[in-house]
């Protein structure tokens, strides 16, 4: 069975350029998340899909960040512009419906703001 | 509001001792428990999960957690830790009511030959 797939896996750019991530998951695994990991800490939830709808989108900078879940499958999330701060690892997740469920983590990008 | 709280940022351990890592949360509802490893440069992986009957749950890599609801812990044990253990271990709060998924900081477990 293949795993969540995420590219790129490492990203550089200057603070206000753009940056879009992709993440595919599990197949038949209805629900994704975005997560942002700041060195040192651990992951903090940035969006969560059921299917293509938003579950949670709570701590989600909306005023730089936006993500979709078109067809209820494959997902984006964009950064536009960066700051200095967006410098992080940025995880995808997919699980079967419930909480419970186990979450099935990609490798994650490494995104670099200058 | 939820969360979840590791004590211990960094805990050193010689090969083949035991270790506790160590993790308390907050609810006011029920939730369910997880612990996830991290491997450098590597996503997360769970090691294991309380979802409700017996408090003491085994994982995969001999570890096991034991919830113990009054004290709001969910700690982290190995009766012996190997080289391989060395790693990033995250504790995880979901609400049993809800979707929401809550992680702690981490604890960077380093195993000393």
């Known amino acids: 069975e293949a795993g969540v797939a995420q590219s790129p896996r490492y990203k550089i750019i200057e603070k206000r350029q753009s940056v879009a991530f992709w993440c595919n998951p599990i197949s038949g695994h209805a629900t994704l998340y975005w997560y942002q990991q700041i060195l040192g800490q651990g992951p903090k939830l940035l969006i969560q899909f059921q299917n293509n709808g938003v579950v949670d989108d709570s701590q989600l900078p909306k005023d730089r960040f936006s993500a979709e879940r078109l067809k209820g499958v494959d997902s984006t999330l964009k950064i536009q512009p960066a700051k200095l701060e967006d410098s992080a690892v940025y995880l995808c997740?997919?699980?079967?419906?419930?909480?419970?469920?186990?979450?099935?983590f990609g490798p994650g990008t490494r995104l670099t703001v200058l | 509001a939820q969360s979840v709280t590791q004590l211990d940022s960094q805990v050193p351990v010689f090969e083949e001792a035991p270790v506790e890592l160590r993790c308390n949360y907050s609810?006011?509802?029920?939730?369910?428990l997880f612990w996830y490893v991290q491997y450098p440069n590597q996503g997360l992986q769970l090691l294991l999960k309380?979802?409700?009957?017996?408090?003491l749950v085994k994982g995969i890599n001999g570890f096991e957690a034991e919830f113990n609801k009054s004290q709001t812990s969910f700690h982290l044990r190995k009766p012996s830790v190997h080289i391989s253990d060395t790693a990033e271990y995250f504790c995880a709060v979901s609400l049993a009511a809800g979707n929401q998924f809550y992680f702690g900081t981490g604890t960077s477990l380093t195993v000393i030959p």
């Open positions: 609810s006011s509802v029920s939730v369910y």
């Open positions: 997740a997919s699980s079967l419906v419930r909480a419970y469920n186990e979450q099935f």
């Open positions: 309380y979802l409700s009957g017996s408090t």
